[in-house]
């Protein structure tokens, strides 16, 4: 074994070696893997190897896409078989709402290159002839889709990287894992130590003792998953005998299982209620190719439903029954990505659906460690979208409930209730009994929107316009009539100070940094080619102090990227404020009168201009006044001690209640902001996209000086851009509006990819925000958005349909 490499990769399933493969394939030929016992033999080797494209995350649809190619590939490079069953997936729909999301997805899939066809149960019955077509109104299918077996890909995968100079140590366990003081790793092994530039976890099971070594809280805790595996059954034999194709792989999505033929019977994988976490320490340290004893008991519901929709199963006698563990996360999408608060420590863990995507994590990770960044867009799976609220406890039943739903219909609007409420702030209760209905970001209670006096207060999720969409609308014209209050204290918020932290900010944001105290900047942070990486609002305090405000959804996203940054600034100080800084957001035309009845201070445009803060009292109590928002109407965020917050509650509704006070939720805030063409982090700004292509012109100063991203921004414009920002009217809509991943079309071509879309109340129009060829984006020019399997008429119109000179903002 060598004493040193640059990589080393830790696990030896599907996972670990396709990352070590595609380290090596991008010229880091040196890497080496280890695996504690034999290659497989944790969770790779029991897996049933299906290969679902379907995915409605943009981030894990481009992921399955890569692997399905690849492993084609993969065959004739290597010369072994990797048993890749090109057999296609269909899904059946037995509901209007499953039918919609088929409908909405097929629009995601054809923004990333996806093949999806649309299929009539006679079409089903065609393909699947033992399959019982009663109560189907439709289903698509992937004709690109189909299933591999696990162990002999993995095997394929270890060849090709070992043919391009890689080492894989079976049978050698890592013991320790230790930083030295020069960054570099020590891998302490039982066969020896090893030093590294960069470690990749790729573990599995194992996640939360690798993850101890290091002092890392890994969000993956395992599952049981079962499937069972019939004997033959004549008519199939039948078939194969008659060279009849093999019959695709079968997902009854309303019923929650997925069914394949295996040697001349079936398989079935149902994805049950009451599937116990497991692993919760990780396995026993001679755990290998170990399964769980059955419970059939636990899945004899998907048994009777999968008899009646093939009747043909119910006629096979038991062959085998496995019940293994998969990894799972909170939200079932994987972790791929840098560890957060560790330099090159990285994770590659919580595949649900790891046969899938490992090709595909291997490959942008690889990417990631390389070259500084990968080249999808990966906030759907970076490890940093969970933060410390994540504990073990949170994660059992966060997990069990996100495996219990991989079936269920996946609604935009969708809030899943395990582990809640968890983060909240003071004034929680009291928005509760004004009618809150609750979602949850980052592990806070956020209010979504509220249920008027004799309404429900309870969602109904739709991919069309909901139960809550004229309240929604009520809640942004009370924003535009009267004054609005909005609850926002998740606000990833920090304080960065000392005599060097102006110089270190202006180097990683291409805006400006506001030059006098009090004063505002919205400023963005490029990666190394000048995509988005993240958005901040900055205030200068002092001379010598920022206050800095980002997306609470990427509290450890954002607060890593600067600290990673600032790891060689040892004068200058951070401070995370996100939990003793709450945030209530005063917006409205009469925002200015209620504030002064509230506070001394004066509020007038000449004492307190737009993008301007100060320190303020609110009745009693201390805040922090900032003159922005993110509706477009005149108004401030109060930035304040947590502890006062129900203070400040308080005040401003016991002194607005002549002036029409309500409080308001985060889907009237999104749709108040799709009115002002604002951008969101993940949606409209991405790496994806450069900052150029996403209309941030005025927020990029490209004179003043060497920033972060300046010169990939610079060679990106050199090259000509692919996209450009731009705000659509849809129209003749009835009842549902664009969500985002719309495809938009000119002339039936498709020429890009709507980012958000909705309805705005304050215009009265259905408008989305896209991202399109740059050919096509002129006032006026008429395209097709796709809406649910429709195309209707849009038109490219002026940014900010809403007040677009601002003057209410700066009223």
């Known amino acids: 074994m060598k004493s040193k490499t640059k990589a080393v990769v830790i696990g030896g399933g599907v996972v670990g070696v396709s990352t070590l493969y595609h380290l090596a394939a991008k010229g880091w030929n040196d890497s080496v893997l280890f695996e504690r016992k034999l290659l497989t033999s944790g969770s790779t080797w029991h897996a049933a190897g299906l290969l679902p494209l379907f995915n409605m995350s943009y981030s894990v649809g481009q992921i399955h896409k890569y692997s399905v190619k690849f492993y084609k590939e993969l065959q004739e490079e290597t010369g072994m078989d990797v048993g890749f069953k090109n057999v296609s997936n269909i899904r059946l729909a037995t509901t209007q709402d499953r039918m919609d999301e088929y409908l909405q997805y097929r629009g995601v899939a054809e923004t990333i290159g996806v093949n999806v066809e649309l299929l009539t149960p006679e079409q089903v019955k065609e393909i699947w002839p033992f399959c019982s077509t009663e109560g189907l109104i439709g289903a698509i299918r992937h004709p690109d889709d189909g299933y591999i077996q696990p162990a002999d890909l993995t095997q394929a995968l270890a060849k090709g990287a070992r043919n391009k100079g890689a080492e894989i140590h079976v049978n050698t366990e890592v013991l320790n894992i230790i930083q030295n003081k020069n960054g570099t790793w020590c891998v302490e092994t ?32 395992p599952v049981e998953h079962q499937f069972i595996v019939m004997e033959q059954h004549p008519k199939i034999i039948e078939r194969h005998k008659n060279k009849m194709p093999e019959m695709g792989v079968l997902r009854d999505s309303d019923s929650s299982w997925y069914m394949r033929e295996e040697a001349g019977g079936l398989l079935l994988g149902p994805y049950e209620n009451g599937a116990p976490a497991c692993y919760l320490d990780g396995p026993d340290g001679e755990s290998e190719f170990e399964l769980f004893q059955e419970d059939l008991d636990r899945i004899s519901t998907h048994i009777e439903s999968a008899i009646k929709r093939v009747p043909i199963f119910g006629e096979m006698g ?22 957060w608060d560790l330099k090159n420590f990285w994770l590659n863990e919580g595949h649900s659906f790891g046969i899938t995507a490992a090709g595909g994590a291997g490959w942008q990770l690889a990417e990631w460690i390389i070259n500084g960044q990968p ?22 039943k966060k997990n069990e409930e996100a495996y219990a739903n991989v079936f269920t219909v996946h609604y935009p609007d969708e809030e899943r209730p395990a ?45 069309r316009r909901s139960n809550y969409h004229v309240h929604v609308g009520n809640e942004a014209k009370n924003v535009a009539d009267n004054v609005g209050v909005l609850d926002l204290s998740g606000f990833a918020k920090c304080r960065i100070s000392g005599a060097n932290a102006e110089t270190f900010l202006d180097k990683i944001v291409a805006n400006k940094l506001p030059k006098k105290i009090g004063r505002i900047s919205l400023c963005h942070s490029l990666t190394k080619n000048g995509g988005v990486h993240s958005e901040f609002t900055i205030t200068r305090e002092k001379n010598d102090s920022f206050y800095i405000v980002s997306a609470g959804a990427f509290t450890r996203l954002d607060h890593d990227w600067i600290l990673k940054h600032l790891s060689e600034h040892h004068d200058i100080k951070f401070e ?13 035309p009469k925002s200015r009168t209620l504030l002064q009845r509230c506070s001394k201070t004066p509020l007038d445009n000449h004492n307190f201009p737009w993008l301007s803060a100060k320190k303020i009292e609110i009745n009693f109590a201390p805040a922090f006044a900032m003159r922005v928002n993110f509706v477009g109407e005149l108004g401030w965020e109060l930035h304040h001690p947590i502890e006062y917050q129900n203070q400040i509650f308080d005040t401003l509704f016991s002194n607005g209640k002549d002036l029409g006070i309500k409080p308001f939720g985060i889907r009237a805030m999104d749709t108040l902001r799709l009115e002002k063409s604002y951008r969101l982090p993940g949606k409209e700004l991405s790496i994806e996209y ?30 000509g851009f692919s996209n450009s920002f731009t705000t659509l009217e849809i129209k003749n809509v009835q009842d549902a509006d664009p969500l985002g991943n719309n495809p938009i079309y000119y002339n039936g071509k498709l020429i890009g990819r709507a980012t958000s879309g909705g309805y705005g109340h304050r215009i009265d129009k259905s408008i989305a925000l896209a991202m399109i060829n740059p050919e096509f984006n002129k006032i006026g020019q008429e395209l097709e958005i796709d809406i649910l399997g429709k195309k209707y008429p849009c038109e490219v119109i002026k940014e900010s349909p809403y007040d677009p000179e601002n003057e209410k903002i700066k009223a």
């Open 190 to 221: 039982s066969k020896g130590e090893i030093e590294c530039d960069h470690i990749i976890s790729c573990t599995g099971n194992f996640v939360r003792k690798t993850g101890a070594m290091v002092g890392l809280e890994i969000p993956v805790i």
């Open 318 to 339: 038991l062959k085998k029954a496995y019940n293994g563990a998969i990894a799972y996360t909170p939200d079932g999408s994987p972790i791929i990505g840098p560890a």
């Open 375 to 396: 080249t999808i867009d990966m906030l759907g799976v970076d490890p940093r979208r969970f933060g410390p609220y994540a504990t073990k406890e949170y994660l059992i």
């Open 419 to 463: 582990g809640r409420p968890l983060k909240t702030a003071p004034c929680y209760e009291r928005l509760k009994n004004m009618g809150a209905v609750f979602g949850s970001s980052y592990g806070w209670e956020r209010v979504n929107w509220f249920a008027p006096n004799g309404v429900k207060a309870i969602d109904d999720w739709s991919f």
């Open 576 to 588: 995370d404020l996100t939990t003793s800084m709450g945030v209530l957001v005063v917006a409205g």
């Open 690 to 719: 450069s900052a150029f292509e996403s209309g941030l012109n005025r927020f990029v100063s490209e004179n003043k000086g060497n920033f972060m991203g300046r010169n990939g921004l610079a060679e990106w414009k050199a090259k």
